[in-house]
């Protein structure tokens, strides 16, 4: 069942309020800019690569994860 229309206030407020919204959105085809994967080749000493999986599964993360966190964090310090 789809939902009637709406206006942009009455989805601002209802999404301030903590309503679903997404009911409104056809998110089959949604896609976000900038977000396409490229693969990254990097060699590191073994000691490097059991530092991060002791750290990764400290969080709870793969080693993948956990890098890409390290990363996206000092790439928001830098900006």
Excluded: C
Aim: proline share 3%; aromatic share 6%.
């Amino acid at each position: 069942m789809s939902k009637p229309k709406t206006s942009t206030q009455n989805l601002e407020s209802r999404h301030a309020a903590g309503d679903d919204v997404l009911d409104y959105f056809n998110t089959a085809k949604a896609t976000r800019r900038n977000h396409e994967k490229a693969r990254v080749n990097l060699d590191l000493p073994q000691w490097m690569i059991s530092s991060i999986d002791r750290v990764a599964g400290r969080n709870g993360l793969a080693r993948q994860s956990q890098i890409k966190a390290w990363l996206a964090d000092k790439l928001k310090e830098a900006v």
